[in-house]
Each structure stands twice: as C-alpha cells, then as structure tokens.
C-alpha cells in the first residue's frame, strides 16, 4: 500500500544524508588534481615515428589534423637506384575542433601519437589552440609511462629494440629470449636391436587359399606341349586308341581330347509345359509337319 508522501521523504532522506557530511572539494589550481594515467587531455607526437601516411588526418571526424610533407631521396651504398621517403614538414591539430575520441591515436600504425593527461593548455584567443608540430612535441615529456607487462607475455616491441641496439647485431638479446618458449625436452628413446625390430613388425599377410578362389575362372592349364596343341579330330583320334596307349605311345597330336570330368552332373530333363500335357482334340485336323 502506497503511502502519500513516501517518495518525497525518501528524496528529503537522501538531502538530509548530504548536509552532515563534510565536503570534500578539491582546491584548484591551488591543489594539482589526481587524475588517472590514461585520462584524455591533450595529444603529443613523436616526429621520429612519424611516416606522414596520413591515415589519421583521413580518420579524424572532425577534419582538425594538418599534414604536410614531400618526398626525398635517400642513397643506399651497392643500391641499383636511390630509394625515397617521406619527410615531415608540418603537423598540426586544432584543438578548438578537436573531439578527442582517440581515433587518430588507435588508427597510427607506427605510434606517433600518444594521450597525455595534461589539460591546462587553455587560451585567450581561440586561434592559439591550433598546436604546430614544436608544441605537439613538446607534451611527449609529460606522456606517462606504458603499464607493466604480463611476466608471462610477450615483451614490448621498444624494449627488444633497444636491448637489441644495446647488443649488437646477430647477438641474442635477453628480451628476445625472454619471450620465446621453448617446449621440455623428452627424454631419448633407447636403441632397439635389428633382432627386436623383426619382432616387432607385423606379419605380412598371407596368400589367398587356392578352395577361396572364386569358381567364375577357368583351370589352369596343364603345361607341355599337350597344352599347346589342340586335340585331334576325325580319323586320327579313332586311330589313335584308348587313352593309356594315347598317354604311352601315341604322339602329342593324335592324343584324343580331354574327357570331361567326372564331378560334372548331367543335366536334369526339362519339364514339359502345360500345354504338352492338355489331352489333344479328336476332331482337330493332323498337326502341321506331321
């Protein structure tokens, strides 16, 4: 059941809580603020790192970043033609535009912009808040420093760069190992004799039984030249004689053919048809062909 009021008292309540408690208010400029490392107050650039793509002059939705430059040729030693890069002449953002949702700083693909929590850069006149390329390099001294690393992660790109520089080149560097992990060795599996690995093989298989060939194929055929000459038809094979004497003295072609064998089964009488059963009409004439 509502109350009439209850809301007002509770919002009454709440006003009452924040009048016993002592403020808190920070004294500025008196008192610096402590605001979190990652806080958004203006932008630097680091020229070195700078290539001039202009991928965040194209990105920015505001249209505040400036970039000017020209192209100069570089020679290399051994280098069939001289090679060209880009130099940075001018850079600059407007701050009186600027909407600082950090897209130039997320699209530079070689970091050459970084937040720093500075914001005391206010002016007078609102054409001094378009900040040249000395000015932009000047608030990289007040960027703070990347947070840690994961112990277990891979290191920071500067980090192996300069732990490289500082070693020389082809040396290994702690950084650049660090990062790599290498899997545990195992251990090394002792030598097996030749006799153990015949053991060991699996038997080949063995051939096919002669009973499991399938009965489609012919027999072989006998060897000798009996089985390269056909038998003999006519009045050699009659005078050629019983098969022993065919066997003992009668030469290769007037040997009689072979008899078929004997587990062959003669062939079962054909049922005669229906037809041939019916007793045949008296009164028909005499068949044909009869």
């Known amino acids: 059941m509502n109350v009439p009021g209850e809301g007002l008292a509770k919002g009454l309540a709440v006003t009452l809580k924040t009048m016993t408690r002592r403020s808190t208010t920070q004294q ?12 958004r107050g203006v932008i630097a650039l680091s020229e070195q790192n700078c290539t001039s793509c202009m991928l965040c002059a194209r990105e920015c939705p505001d249209w505040c970043i400036y970039i000017d430059s020209h192209k100069e040729d570089v020679v290399v030693p051994g280098a069939a033609r001289p090679r060209q890069r880009n130099v940075l002449d001018r850079f600059a953002i407007d701050f009186s535009l600027c909407m600082y949702c950090g897209i130039c700083i997320e699209v530079c693909p070689f970091d050459a912009l970084y937040w720093t929590p500075e914001f005391e850069y206010s002016e007078l006149d609102l054409r001094d808040l378009l900040h040249e390329k000395p000015r932009l390099g000047e608030w990289m001294q007040t960027v703070p ?32 190992s660090a990062g790599v992990r290498r899997p545990a060795t195992s251990p090394a599996r002792p030598a097996t004799p030749a006799g153990a690995q015949a053991a060991e093989a699996p038997p080949a298989a063995a051939p ?40 003992h003295g009668a030469t290769p072609a007037e040997q009689p053919p072979a008899a078929p064998p004997a587990s062959a089964e003669p062939e079962a009488p054909k049922p005669e048809s229906p037809e041939a059963r019916e007793p045949r009409d008296p009164d028909a004439g005499p068949e044909r062909g009869a």
Do not use: I
């Open 28 to 39: 500025y400029p008196d008192v610096e603020p402590d605001l979190p490392p990652r806080s």
């Open 145 to 176: 420093p990347p947070p840690a690393h994961d112990p277990m992660g891979e290191p920071a790109k500067e980090e192996t760069a300069a732990a490289k520089k500082a070693a020389g080149p082809g040396a290994a560097t702690p950084a650049k």
């Open 208 to 247: 096919p039984h002669p009973a499991q060939a399938p009965t489609s194929q012919p027999p072989p055929a006998a060897a000798g030249p009996a089985a390269a000459t056909p038998p003999a038809t006519g009045p050699a094979a009659a005078a050629a004689g019983t098969p022993v004497e065919a066997a």
